[in-house]
């Protein structure tokens, strides 16, 4: 785990916070940002979005839990990876992801996506995408 110990703590600080946004609005958010930014992408959501946004919010408290424990963290993401590799991502399309993700988490945050909170998320994305590209 390439995040330090005061990164792993501001995402899970953060995410108290923003889990307290229902998960439709953040999918609809995440995903009209990911839609209008990368259109060529969407293709590759077939499940409605409630359900989208539903898995997209419990993958990303799974994620944010296990990040102070490395091998659950490992295993987690791998499984991920195995299943989104099924879907036909593409490691190009992991950029166009972080960028939607990381604006989505400021847009919910507002005052709260401080410059710190900003870095934290981008190290903690870069290195899940940088496992999840290793599984490809």
């Known amino acids: 785990?390439?995040?330090?110990?005061?990164?792993?703590?501001?995402?899970?600080?953060?995410?108290?916070?923003?889990?307290?946004?229902?998960?439709?609005?953040?999918?609809?958010?995440f995903y009209g940002k990911l839609f209008m930014s990368y259109p060529r992408l969407r293709h590759l959501f077939t499940t409605p979005i409630e359900e989208q946004?539903?898995?997209?919010?419990?993958?990303?408290?799974?994620?944010v839990a296990r990040l102070d424990r490395p091998d659950e963290f490992k295993s987690e993401v791998r499984?991920?990876?195995?299943?989104?590799?099924?879907?036909?991502?593409k490691?190009?399309?992991?950029?166009?992801?972080?960028?939607?993700?990381?604006?989505?988490?400021?847009?919910g945050l507002g005052?709260?996506?401080?410059?710190?909170?900003k870095q934290a998320w981008t190290a903690c994305y870069e290195e899940l995408a940088k496992m999840m590209m290793a599984e490809k």
């Not at 995040?3 to 889990?19: A, L, P, Y």
């Not at 499984?79 to 991502?89: E, F, S």
């Not at 992991?94 to 988490?105: E, R």
């Open 1 to 29: 785990m390439v995040m330090t110990t005061r990164q792993v703590q501001v995402v899970k600080n953060s995410w108290k916070i923003f889990q307290d946004i229902s998960p439709l609005l953040v999918g609809e958010v």
């Open 53 to 63: 946004s539903k898995k997209l919010v419990e993958m990303l408290s799974i994620i």
């Open 79 to 89: 499984q991920l990876a195995i299943r989104h590799v099924a879907y036909g991502v």
């Open 91 to 107: 490691p190009e399309h992991y950029k166009a992801v972080g960028q939607a993700l990381l604006w989505t988490l400021g847009q």
């Open 111 to 117: 005052k709260d996506w401080t410059e710190e909170t």
